[in-house]
């Protein structure tokens, strides 16, 4: 990053109170979320004279600035509250037949499991968690031999939530396309410290991503990208007002109708245009926008590597692979407990979180080397 992104950061983060290694938890919102939280505050605190159409409008403007963040139309973008619900739509909404198999992968996070649990018990469809077992990662030559014939859908994080690894997307994305398998992707835990690029993106389905960590927005938001063939595919199962054209003009409200907006805006929540949740997140994406996620990426590497070179490596094994590195590590405590530690670094003000019994320390772009030196002092001990 260059000095005046780097100034930039520095000002929208002068609010953090402790050393903090903990997106991948919750994303900090930039200070700038304040100041149009307020606004819309005042907004909520004193409705008189909003503009029907400006209210109504505030979700197609989150919408263009994620379509902006993915490299994508807006007619592709959902606008959500949670993974789960996003996967709950392709859930409920694909048309699945007789004998039909849905394929993730057992220990990924519970977003990408329950729905399908669900679906398994109230659509019959079948569903299978594969075990990796000695695998670190599904590859597709494992996905080759491991997933039945009759899979229709494969669901996956980009980066796993607990150690960290980066799944070749690209990869499993093409594979899924010449099997004619429905390909969602789970971005939550990559997307906003790293980019998702368009040779990527090109062969994911289904796209979902939670705000509130890497995006720097506010709990109870998400979004989604589905592909044209996705859209295609799958139903609009609720009903909700909000992605009915008619209510774009509020005089015409009574004329009911169960067709859509165009494009993913049929799959959207209702009641999007949240004035202050949309005003926190349209301040986490503005950021994210401004210094932009390729230089965002190459700064997160950056104090990641800087910290892999320097931990005390006697009193840590690393569980991340090096070769499957996003912006999350884990790290097992040698001779010491994990939750033990966690305590002693809130001691120290040092903020990071404890996963399936290892520590997990996750980098973003107000995150420095200084403070990577404080972390390695900390860990120390």
């Known amino acids: 990053m260059d000095p005046h992104q780097l100034d930039s950061i520095k000002q929208e983060y002068h609010h953090l109170d402790s050393y903090y290694f903990n997106t991948a938890y919750f994303g900090p919102s930039p200070y700038s979320a304040k100041q149009k939280v307020a606004r819309a505050l005042q907004k909520e605190l004193d409705p008189s004279f909003i503009n029907y159409n400006t209210w109504m409008g505030i979700s197609e403007r989150t919408r263009q600035q994620i379509s902006r963040l993915v490299g994508c139309s807006p007619d592709n973008i959902t ?25 993730a992968i057992n220990r990924d996070y519970p977003s990408n499991i329950l729905p399908w649990m669900l679906a398994q018990k109230n659509r019959g469809i079948q569903f299978e968690s594969l075990e990796l077992g000695k695998e670190l990662i599904p590859t597709v030559k494992w996905l080759k031999e491991k997933l039945p014939a009759n899979t229709k859908v494969f669901n996956i994080s980009h980066v796993t939530f607990d150690t960290g690894k980066k799944v070749d997307i690209l990869g499993i994305g093409k594979f899924c396309r010449e099997r004619g398998i429905l390909f969602c992707v789970d971005a939550t835990q990559s997307l906003g410290g790293m980019p998702i690029t368009s040779e990527e993106l090109a062969v994911i389905d289904v796209l979902a991503c939670s705000t509130y960590k890497w995006c720097l927005g506010p709990y109870g938001t998400a979004f989604a990208y589905f592909s044209q063939e996705a859209i295609s595919k799958i139903q609009h199962t609720t009903g909700n007002w909000v992605v009915s054209p008619n209510s774009k003009v509020v005089t015409s409200l009574l004329e009911y109708t169960t067709e859509t907006l165009p494009g993913a805006r049929k799959y959207d929540r209702g009641q999007g245009s949240n004035m202050l949740a949309n005003a926190c997140l349209e301040a986490g994406l503005d950021i994210i926008l401004e210094v932009g996620l390729e230089d965002i990426a190459v700064h997160n590497a950056s104090v990641r590597d800087y910290f892999l070179e320097n931990y005390p490596r006697k009193k840590f094994q690393l569980i991340t692979p090096t070769d499957f590195m996003g912006n999350i590590l884990s790290l097992k405590a040698v001779s010491s ?28 772009l107000f995150n420095s080397k200084s403070q990577v030196d404080s972390l390695i002092r900390a860990l120390d001990i």
């Open 79 to 103: 606008l959500s509250t949670s993974t789960s619900d996003i996967i709950s739509i392709v859930a409920n909404g694909f048309p699945f037949e007789k004998g039909d198999c849905v394929v």
């Open 337 to 364: 407990d994990s939750v033990t530690l966690e305590r002693e670094l809130k001691f120290r003000n040092i903020d990071v979180s404890v996963r399936e019994g290892n520590v997990r320390l996750s980098f973003h």
